[in-house]
């Protein structure tokens, strides 16, 4: 108030000079005069003033102005409650101090270089405008972090639950705060944009970043922003279960906790790219609306909505650049590890993920600000989708490098059969994926709808021919041709089968299932020569033998048939059959050809051995009794086993 009333003494004062000081020397000794009362009226003060406002009234005319504006900013920036309550009203008077602050720095810009009056009003200005910032940015970075998302929990999961395939992530039903950042809860839906912060505070935030932006400050509003969100959106996605890793660390990951986190991070990238960045997206365009890096001070009133602007995606990169880094590091730390067989599907869900995202993350991520993070994900795109196919190309190397130096027990199912055709009947999900990246197609959108040959196709024949090769390989292993049969017949069966009931079939084609089902018939064809054939030699008779037949001939064929079965039925019991059908078929075919020869042979020579003494050891069996016998063959038990090994 002192300084105040100063100024008042000192302007009267020059007044009066002015309007009695006719000439120099009058105007001189009123000025010596006064000087003697007061040194506020000294000669070079008042001489001084009144130059000023001779020579430069347009600067005095400033002065005042910025004068007014001081009392009003300087007393909000002296407030320590916020200048924006939460059930206050619109602060107009700050808002429009600072608005014809900036105004006046606008318009007087040009008066700079004219004299130094105009420099040091324009600096005061400057001044004050940086006071008035620092107070918006505080005002903004509270707003911020005392208002979280709103979004219904409940309506939140019961609206999109039954759309998600993923399990459910424990959580609570509130929004959670992790060390004082309020989070989002964790979602399994993966199309749906959340209102990250009330509408009326992001009306605030617009126009505080308004006048920010248009006054020369936007790198600290942006930076106010970013960080805080930037902290929102990691801890929403670390969350999800998704942990920040760096290259070193996920090499260093054994695949029982690599496969965990890849499923992890499929979530996270859905999540991210669907929900989490839209969603900051959208705040960011609502925040900085119509703003540009050299916008004026501009209304927000576009019944259309918010429109993108450079400021809003200046921000967003900021925001959204760190965590897409983290999720694209963790995918190259994957594609350059080691290309084993077993992690061929986990790979194949990252390569899907990708090209599922990628559109969308090509559309969001547009303009100059995001080339760099689209280069860095259309290059890990790439190295998964080679990574797939090395790893393909290992199963192949794998299919080759087996070499069992000894046989399965009783011709059963060889264990790298059953490996190759579930790989491959799971790799068909995976179909389009795999033909994608066989043909080397990485762009958008695929070009492999043309292709008149899928490359996926070549490569599952090509694989089900180093099958074949490897169990032709194998199957010399046995000594017993027939057992060596029955090897085949239950993996060739079983390939057929397996191809027959899934997509492999379509790929395989129908003149490659004929044909392995053609070799299904002869592999049992062989096995019916090679065993049960030979029994059979001792139920047949020649000419000469029927003219001269006697009991020690049938006694020789009894005996022959009764030892050659028994032996057949001991090893057989534990040869084993590709599954129940192959078993019953088995049982069937050995029936057919022996019970009936056999009856036929009690029939015509079982009556001369009537009377005979012990002839129980000879008529051990009776036809039915064959039967009998035959259905408990094929059950490949463990001892059968081993003695089918040993025989064969």
């Known amino acids: 108030m002192a300084d105040n009333g100063d100024a008042k003494v000192i302007e009267t004062a020059r007044h009066i000079v002015k309007s009695l000081g006719r000439t120099d020397t009058m105007t001189d000794d009123m000025l010596q005069i006064l000087s003697t009362f007061d040194r506020r009226f000294s000669r070079e003060k008042m001489a001084g003033k009144q130059l000023e406002e001779e020579e430069e009234p347009e600067a005095f005319e400033l002065e005042i102005s910025i004068q007014a504006l001081e009392q009003v ?7 320590e409650s916020p200048i924006w309550p939460e059930s206050g009203d619109f602060p107009a008077t700050f808002f429009e101090s600072i608005d014809e602050l900036q105004a006046i720095s606008e318009n007087w810009a040009p008066m700079l270089s004219e004299s130094r009056a105009f420099s040091s009003l324009l600096d005061r200005a400057e001044t004050l405008m940086q006071q008035a910032m620092f107070r918006l940015e505080d005002e903004f970075k509270l707003l911020m972090e005392t208002n979280g998302e709103v979004v219904d929990p409940d309506w939140l999961f019961e609206s999109n639950q039954k759309r998600s395939s993923y399990p459910t992530s424990p959580s609570s039903s509130e929004d959670e705060e992790v060390e004082g950042i309020m ?30 932006v248009s006054s020369g400050y936007r790198k600290e509003c942006c930076h106010a922003f970013s960080s805080l969100r930037r902290e929102f959106l990691e801890e929403s996605i670390l969350r999800l279960g998704f942990q920040k890793l760096s290259i070193e660390d996920v090499q260093k990951m054994g695949w029982e906790e690599l496969e965990p986190s890849i499923v992890k991070w499929v979530q996270a990238m859905k999540v991210s790219i669907h929900v989490f960045f839209p969603s900051e997206k959208l705040l960011c365009d609502r925040v900085f609306a119509n703003l540009s890096l050299s916008s004026p001070c ?58 599922d995202l990628l559109p969308e993350i090509l559309t969001m991520f547009a303009g100059e600000p995001f080339a760099p993070l689209k280069s860095d994900a259309m290059a890990i795109f790439r190295r998964i989708g080679e990574t797939v196919r090395g790893i393909f190309m290992e199963f192949e190397a794998a299919i080759q490098r087996d070499s069992a130096r000894s046989p399965v027990p009783g011709g059963d199912l060889h264990p ?45 024949q090509w694989v089900m021919e180093l099958l074949e090769t490897s169990l032709e390989t194998k199957a010399k292993l046995y000594k017993d041709q027939a057992l060596s049969s029955l090897f085949l017949m239950n ?38 020569r090679n065993s049960w054939g030979k029994l059979l030699n001792w139920l047949r008779a020649d000419s000469h033998a029927t003219r001269n037949v006697n009991k020690e001939w049938i006694k020789e064929r009894l005996r022959g048939f009764n030892g050659g079965f028994e032996e057949l039925h ?19 075919s050995v029936a057919e050809i022996v019970v009936p020869a056999y009856r036929s042979f009690l029939g015509r020579y079982g009556v001369k ?7 129980e050891r000879y008529l051990k069996y009776s036809a039915d009794g064959i039967e009998g016998l035959i259905n408990e063959l094929f059950h490949g038990n463990s001892g059968g086993r081993k003695r089918g090994v040993s025989a064969g």
């Open 491 to 528: 993996n060739l069966r079983y390939i057929v089968k397996k191809a027959q009931d899934s997509e492999m079939g379509l790929l395989l084609g129908d003149e490659w299932m004929r044909k392995r089902r053609a070799k299904v018939r002869q592999n049992h064809t062989n096995f019916m």
């Open 183 to 212: 989070v989002a809860k964790p979602v399994r839906d993966y199309n749906f944009i959340i209102d990250v912060l009330p509408g009326s505070v992001v009306s605030k935030l617009h126009e505080i970043a308004k006048r920010m």
């Open 609 to 615: 051995m009537e009377g005979e003494r012990h002839s």
């Open 298 to 355: 501009v209304s927000l009133s576009s019944p259309k909505g918010y429109l993108s602007s450079p400021v809003s995606d200046l921000c967003f990169m900021e925001v959204c650049r760190g965590a897409m880094t983290q999720l694209l590091t963790f995918a190259d730390a994957v594609s350059i590890g080691i290309r084993s067989p077993e992690k061929l599907f986990k790979a194949l869900d990252m390569f899907e993920a990708m090209a």
């Open 73 to 79: 900013i300087l007393s909000w920036v002296a407030r």
């Open 570 to 588: 001991r090893v057989q019991r534990g040869w084993a059959a590709a599954d129940e059908q192959v078993r019953e078929e088995l049982r069937i």
């Open 416 to 460: 790298l059969t059953r490996y190759v055709m579930n790989y491959l009947r799971f790799a068909c999900d995976y179909r389009p994926s795999l033909d994608r990246i066989f043909a080397g197609d990485f762009d958008f959108p695929a070009n492999i709808q043309a292709m008149a040959d899928p490359p996926f196709a070549s490569r599952t």
